[in-house]
């Protein structure tokens, strides 16, 4: 099985996809199938992305004075070599690289599967709105229909997001996965000396990007409530900033937070995995989140995890690694003191996170199930005339 992948960007400032994604195509490549990977490189970024990798990876070159808007060269390549594949897998929506793509598969009759990664939730589509609207009817409505078969990466992101689908629209649900991370703490020494302030203190995590749409004023809220109790406990922020910190820091000054709060900037993988195995517990409380690869390689190191409810991955308490809290900032640092006061139980969901992230989210069984969704989505037509529900999550019935 011969699959064509395209994302706009591999800049890890971007988020999740841009480790997701390569993740996905070497764990394809692995287990038989010949993946290639198309995406545009960051001219205004060092080059962070290897070009040693098991699959073919084409790096563009985007429209001058852009980051990631396709040139004519892109269009003309991938119309050309979308032939040589069986299939390709889009990722992303509301981007030209990606808007192009679906075109250059449309024309040359080769199927296509479409990964919106977030992107049809309603709080995604109702951001720039009306900018979406015209781009929707100038574009993705194509896209979308004329995709086989939609891939969502939970339920949750299932559910929120079929309302912008044709009816009857094919679809299946397959999580992120996550690449093993060795057990017990080492890292989390060097983590704590590369950062001297934070010696003696105890670490509530947030790693990713510092964005409108991951809630951060209410981890500010809650880690105003929870100082309280706990005056050793530092915010730690490691991520780029995505316009969010100017706002937040007035938030943070407000609240007396400054000297409660340490924000790194982006870190390379290995120093993000070392603040992972430091943490003493990892926040996240997206008003949107598809799936979260921060929050996958929490649960890999076994980290306790306190997650709103708004992510809407329940698995986190169903397999006993963390708390599901409902929104405000009160059940937050509520759930933050139970983690910070009881090691015993703060043992138990680390040992639980590892075994679920082991078990369920290994990147070979995700390439599995994503093969055996390629197939459905070759498969003739008279053949795919019921919804494509693969390795069913959680909720049995959408």
């Known amino acids: 099985m011969r699959v064509l992948h395209v994302i706009p960007s591999l800049d890890p400032s971007t988020g999740g996809p841009a480790r997701s994604v390569p993740a996905l195509c070497r764990a ?15 001219p205004y970024a060092p080059v962070t992305v290897s070009t040693d990798e098991t699959f073919n990876l084409h790096q ?25 594949f069986d299939l390709a897998h889009l990722h992303s929506l509301w981007n030209p690289s990606i808007s192009l793509a679906a075109l250059a598969c449309r024309r040359a009759g080769i199927p296509y599967l479409l990964s ?52 009857h629209k094919p679809f299946a649900v397959i999580r992120n996965g996550v690449e093993p991370v060795s057990n017990g703490l080492a890292g989390a020494c060097e983590f704590r000396e590369a950062f001297p302030s934070l010696q003696g203190k105890r670490i509530a995590l947030f790693l990713g990007r510092l964005h409108w749409s991951k809630g951060l004023e209410l981890q500010a809220e809650a880690l105003a409530l929870a100082v309280r109790e706990f005056p050793e406990l530092v915010w730690v922020l490691v991520g780029p900033d995505e316009g969010e910190w100017a706002h937040l820091s007035r938030q943070v000054a407000r609240l007396g937070l400054e000297k409660h709060v340490l924000r790194t900037g982006p870190l390379p993988h290995a120093r993000c995995l070392e603040a ?21 390689e929490a649960l890999a190191v076994g980290v306790p995890l306190v997650i709103a409810d708004t992510v809407r991955f329940p698995e986190i308490r169903e397999c006993g690694a963390g708390y599901v809290v409902p929104g405000g900032p009160q059940p937050l640092a ?13 043992r138990g969901m680390r040992e639980a996170g590892r075994r679920f992230a082991s078990e ?14 390629y197939e459905e989505v070759l498969a003739p037509v008279d053949q795919r005339e019921r919804q494509i529900i693969l390795r069913r999550i959680g909720v049995e019935n959408i």
């Not at 709080?123 to 929707?136: I, M, P, T």
């Not at 509520?334 to 703060?346: D, F």
């Open 60 to 84: 563009f070159k985007p429209l001058y004075g852009s980051r990631e808007f396709p040139s004519p060269d892109f269009y003309s390549r991938i119309r050309r070599d979308v032939c040589s």
């Open 276 to 296: 992972l195995k430091a943490a003493d517990l990892f926040l996240l409380t997206s008003r949107h989140e598809a799936h979260s690869m921060a929050m996958n």
């Open 116 to 167: 919106p990664r977030g992107m049809l939730q309603g709080s995604a589509v109702g951001r720039r709105r009306r900018l979406k609207s015209v781009y929707h009817r100038l574009w993705e409505r194509s896209t979308i229909a004329g995709a086989r078969a939609i891939h969502f990466c939970t339920d949750a992101e299932a559910q929120s997001s079929r309302r912008f689908l044709p009816r």
């Open 360 to 373: 369920r989210l290994a990147w070979a069984h995700i390439a599995r199930d994503m093969i055996e969704a």
């Open 28 to 42: 394809l490549q692995a287990a038989g199938a010949s993946v290639a990977l198309y995406t545009f490189r960051n």
């Open 334 to 346: 509520e759930a933050i003191s139970s983690i910070l006061k009881h090691p015993e139980q703060a």
